[in-house]
């Protein structure tokens, strides 16, 4: 291991230590009201979307074989550090404008949520980057998503709830456009596969995920949370019910493929998020799960060896078919939703289509040309990129004994 290495390895707690530093001033300036007031969100729900965020992803990303150690151990340490920044960002914004601050639980459960964008982004480029990079990338792409929701809130009037949802989109687009900045590793390397114990702590993972799903969903909606956990269960259940078909009609012999399942199976939930408190009947649900599933499966057979080759685009986790591709199904269902309901209004059907399809224009052009930007900056010779040699290795980063 090279001498420069070693230096950079030392450099990484002080860098830790200074980002600590700075945001306990913050909080200092910031919040002085102690965080005592009556929260709008049960304690329950917000520890779903931490189980969900820091449990569920962290094991969803283990199914690289000689990845799990940095996959749990740099979820954990991008989720602590990105919870604080979202934080100090929302209250940085309410001090300037002025607004009505939030009670200290719900500005916990939003900061929770909107690293869901930054845990689906490391999964594009799971196994190429370092952990200054890691950290780097986590600052800013939770300034920008936080801008972006300004954006869309402000200018656009999307509902809080409706805008959170995004983080789906926003986290696999910026993803993509930071990990095209990064070098292929080899087409056939021994260390960029699974074994059947990292696929089944992965599944772990993905178990998780869908178990709280409900909770992600509705945990910032205002009204009929009841019917956005009803919807979003069995939008959950039929993607998984359709994934296990596809799987078996896809595969050469008729055996259930683990990838097809570790993805499809989430699909229904990621789809749904946008719309589900419109939804009046769970069959439309279904249905949307049900389209989100194929959409999944067939997408991870098209892009990987269609779209992804003639880019030259390494999706580590397949987060493009897991949740960029479910995220444009549910922002179109929701406009599809809208005009049904509205046709019959149409002077101001026209406005509001354009103001959500606006919203998911913007969250999406924010996030590739952020992401783009990102990506050359983190590949500086000043954060040391990691060798493609060194791609998806543990040992480079942790005392490991095998």
């Known amino acids: 291991m090279s001498s420069s290495y070693r230096n950079f390895r ?5 860098l830790i230590l200074f980002l600590e530093a700075v945001f306990i001033g913050l909080f200092y300036f910031l919040f ?13 729900a917000f520890q779903d979307v931490n189980h969900m965020v820091i449990f569920g992803f962290g094991f969803f990303l283990t199914f690289l074989r000689r990845y799990g150690f940095s996959s749990i151990g740099f979820n954990l340490l991008i989720i602590v550090l990105g919870v604080q920044c979202s934080v100090l960002t929302e209250g940085l914004l309410v001090f300037l404008l002025r607004r009505a601050g939030e009670d200290a639980l719900k500005r ?24 200054v990079q890691l950290i780097l990338m986590t600052v800013v792409e939770i300034l920008v998503f936080q801008m972006s929701r300004f954006l869309n809130s402000t200018f656009l009037q999307v509902p809080d709830n409706i805008g959170m949802m995004h983080v789906h989109l926003f986290g696999a687009y910026f993803g993509l456009a930071v990990s095209s900045r990064f070098s292929e590793p080899p087409p056939r ?19 998780f995920l869908w178990v709280f799903w409900p909770s992600f969903n509705s945990v910032l909606a205002v009204d009929n949370k009841s019917k956005v956990i009803y919807n979003t269960y069995f939008a959950l259940a039929a993607s998984a019910v359709t994934a296990f078909v596809l799987s078996a009609l896809t595969t050469k012999d008729g055996k259930f493929q683990m990838s097809h399942i570790h993805s499809a199976v ?9 719309a589900a408190h419109r939804i009046e009947y769970p069959w439309i649900a279904m249905i949307l799960g049900l389209l989100a599933s194929v959409i999944t499966v067939l997408g991870s057979y098209c892009l990987q060896r269609c779209l992804n080759p003639a880019l030259k685009l390494h999706d580590a986790s397949g987060v493009h078919f897991t949740f960029g591709l479910p995220g444009v199904l549910g922002a179109l269902a929701q406009v599809v939703l809208l005009v049904i309901k509205n046709w019959t209004d149409l002077s101001s059907l026209g406005y509001v289509v354009l103001i ?10 924010v996030a590739l040309i952020t992401g783009f930007v990102t990506g050359l900056i983190l590949n500086l010779r000043l954060f040391k990129t990691t060798p493609v040699s060194k791609y998806f290795d543990d040992q480079f980063y942790w005392e490991v004994s095998f």
């Not at 900061?111 to 799971?126: D, N």
């Not at 390397?189 to 178990?207: C, I, Q, R, Y």
């Not at 959500?356 to 052009?365: D, K, P, Q, V």
């Open 356 to 365: 959500h399809i606006g919203a998911f224009c913007l969250t999406i052009s």
């Open 10 to 14: 030392n450099n990484v707690p002080w």
């Open 108 to 131: 916990l459960t939003k900061a929770t949520l909107s690293m869901t964008a930054v845990v689906i982004s490391t999964g594009a480029v799971l196994g190429k980057t370092n952990p």
């Open 32 to 44: 002085s009201d102690g965080g005592a007031s009556k929260s709008s969100i049960s304690y329950t």
């Open 266 to 274: 989430l699909a229904g939930g990621v789809a749904v998020g946008y």
């Open 189 to 207: 390397s021994e260390k960029n596969v699974s074994t059947p114990k990292s696929d089944l702590f992965s599944m772990l993972g993905t178990l």
